[in-house]
């Protein structure tokens, strides 16, 4: 869990922003319920000095990367850099290809905590080797770096990236919309929809210490309100790491309050590690099952439409069953609590059918409990 600088500042980044989103996230809450890392993403490059040293954009890094880090654990929170395979990052900064082991090395000395890779510039580079390469480097440091690839889903990282990065990109880059995709031409860019429908299928492939990465965050960049609590919502019930892209230092009440909704952040934060599935679809409406410890189960009606849609959910006549984490919720036999994680309301239990009107672009995000 933290925040990253791309989504809302781009190649706009330097130290002054990252000290204040430092302070924001430890003053505002967020710290509080567990964010962590603050991550400088792409152009806070300068160039290599006559030894293939790395060094920060003097213009907007003046007092060096590792001040910054100082900076940040100064505040309990960790320090997040970006580099690329490539011989040039997706911004044309200076990639780490044939400097990834003096390039681990600096970042260690420096006090990074996390390193996000990316694939920009790859020169049909083996994604294994390159990402192994990065990953051996890390390692080879003696410093605990968390191991970010960002190889966009292109050549199936969670078929081999288990036990070379910490977690994988699983798609193109997320934009703030909720439906549809963001046509640049040469790219695209996902929408919210179109990001989940791509870890349908992926879920097999994550767990604790090996994530799939369906992007970073995009609440409070302009989606609505409702569309903004679905998007946190569904990224808690895909197991998803949690990054923040908006300005911490800007934003509003009803921002913040998605962002630390502490209940709904237990569900992503679960110590199972299993994602969500569809359990099934009505009409607009997809129901997703995650299993959480304890035997409890989180439950999200997503309506993908832009109508308000009613479900009617008799419970008795459902049985969840999770072949692949062998989790499994016979309701006519187990009476579960439910707790609406976004109203934080106990709203009765599974004896009774659950009837729920459900705005357009929005979730019903409910924690179930056996009970006793
Ligand atoms: C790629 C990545 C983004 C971001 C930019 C930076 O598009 O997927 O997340 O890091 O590069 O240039």
């Known amino acids: 869990m933290g925040w990253n600088s791309w989504n809302k500042f781009q190649c706009d980044v ?3 922003i990252i000290r204040r989103m430092a302070d924001a996230m430890a003053t505002n809450g967020m710290k509080d319920a567990g964010y962590q890392y603050i991550n400088i993403d792409d152009c ?7 030894q293939g040293f790395i060094h920060a954009d003097p213009q907007k890094f003046p007092s060096g990367i590792r001040a910054l880090a100082d900076y940040v654990h100064s505040k309990g929170l ?3 850099i970006y580099t690329d395979v490539g011989d040039k990052t997706c911004g044309g900064r200076p990639g780490s290809r044939g400097h990834e082991y003096q390039d681990a090395y600096t970042y260690a000395q420096w006090g990074v905590d996390y390193l996000k890779c990316d694939w920009c510039n790859n020169d049909n580079l083996n994604p294994i080797g390159a990402y192994t390469t990065m990953h051996d480097a890390l390692l ?4 605990p770096i968390v191991f970010s690839i960002c190889e966009w889903g292109v050549n199936k990282p969670w078929l081999w990236a288990k036990g070379i990065g910490n977690s994988w990109r699983t798609t193109t880059d997320i934009a703030p919309c909720f439906d549809g995709i963001v046509d640049h031409k040469t790219w695209q860019q996902f929408c919210v929809l179109r990001i989940i429908d ?7 492939y994550a767990g604790p210490g090996h994530w799939n990465d369906p992007d970073m965050l995009e609440v409070g960049n302009g989606m609505s309100q409702n569309e903004d609590r679905a998007h946190f919502s569904m990224w808690c019930m895909l197991a998803a790491p949690l990054i923040s892209g908006n300005d911490l230092q800007d934003m509003s009440p009803d921002t913040l309050n998605i962002l630390v909704n502490k209940d709904v ?3 992503d934060q679960d110590p199972l590690g299993i994602e969500g599935f569809v359990y099934f679809t009505n009409n607009a409406v997809e129901i997703w099952f995650k299993p959480l410890d304890h035997g409890d189960w989180a439950m999200c009606a997503l309506n993908r439409g832009t109508d308000p849609q009613s479900i009617s959910f008799d419970w008795k006549n459902e049985k969840v069953m999770d072949d692949l984490s062998s989790h499994n919720a016979d309701f006519a036999s187990i009476i579960y609590s439910l707790r609406n994680l976004w109203t934080k309301q106990d709203v009765g239990d599974t004896s009774q059918p659950l009837n729920a009107e459900i705005p357009g672009h929005d979730v019903l995000m409910l924690r179930l409990q056996k009970k006793m």
């Open 140 to 143: 080879a440091t003696g410093r």
């Open 44 to 50: 806070w490059h300068g160039q290599r000095d006559a």
């Open 198 to 204: 791509a870890q349908k299928p992926l879920r097999q």
């Open 78 to 80: 960790k320090l997040g």
């Open 14 to 16: 330097n130290e002054e």
């Open 265 to 267: 952040i237990a569900v």
